[in-house]
């Protein structure tokens, strides 16, 4: 893979929208393409529903994809179904089984996102309590803009996803990027999700859960680093 040719695509975290993936997608990819890939909400909310309808819609050619928090196992399909062209595989806050209870799945997830999720919900578990107002906003903003009955089945099928349900191919060179004050993930997930690959390169960044939006230049320099060594 050279500098240059594969295109690097990424896919948001829970809300799907793609607004908090825009800093780490507007830096310096040094001649990449790249591009953000909002998740449709007009199919089932499903993995293999969701990597059926946007398969076709992928970039032509090689690609790095790029899957955050819920997109993680979105992305680990993605690799398997086109594993002749995906040169790399990134996970950035992700998961490879349901990071809490599966039983909680039986628990009523829709009206939790019917209210505007306040500020201090948002810093403790999303963003930490340093983020600024505009950061707020944009995350409020983002979930705001989906419907609380996508949100809620999209919570639903992470609480009932199995490992098995995560394909990890071997060939596949891939970093995974763990949050170090991740209050979504608990520490053993994301044990398992770094035991889940044969031989994954693995970075700490200092961040909360959604590590794209809250530290993307130091996202972005692991992800450059670790293409540029498979070069």
């Known amino acids: 893979m050279t500098a240059t040719s594969a295109t690097v695509v990424i896919f948001p975290g829970l809300d799907g929208t793609g607004l908090l993936s825009e800093d780490f997608a507007a830096g310096d990819w040094q001649g990449r393409p790249v591009t953000v890939m909002p998740i449709p909400s007009d199919c089932p909310q499903d993995y293999p529903s969701l990597v059926r309808r946007i398969t ?15 997109s993680s196992p979105l992305v680990m399909q993605l690799a398997d179904q086109e594993r002749q062209r995906v040169k790399a595989l990134i996970l950035a806050g992700g998961f490879c089984s349901s990071p809490v209870s599966p039983a909680l799945s ?10 505007r999720p306040p500020a201090t919900i948002l810093r403790k578990f999303l963003v930490g309590s340093s983020a600024p107002k505009s950061l707020i906003h944009r995350v409020s ?30 060939e596949i060179p891939t970093l995974v990027l763990q949050a170090r004050q991740d209050a979504m993930i608990p520490w053993e997930t994301q044990s398992r999700l770094e035991r889940h690959f044969i031989e994954p390169t693995v970075v700490w960044i200092d961040s909360p859960h959604l590590l ?8 972005r320099e692991a992800v450059l680093g670790f293409l540029e060594s498979r070069n």
């Open 141 to 170: 903003q983002a979930i705001r803009s989906v419907s609380s009955g996508v949100l809620a089945e999209r919570i639903r099928v992470v609480l009932a996803l199995q490992e098995k349900d995560c394909p990890a191919p071997e």
């Open 106 to 115: 039986l628990i009523p997830v829709r009206p939790l996102f019917l209210i």
């Open 56 to 70: 076709p819609e992928l970039p032509e050619g090689p690609l790095v994809l790029v899957g955050e928090s819920f």
């Open 212 to 219: 794209l939006a809250t530290r993307p230049e130091a996202c």
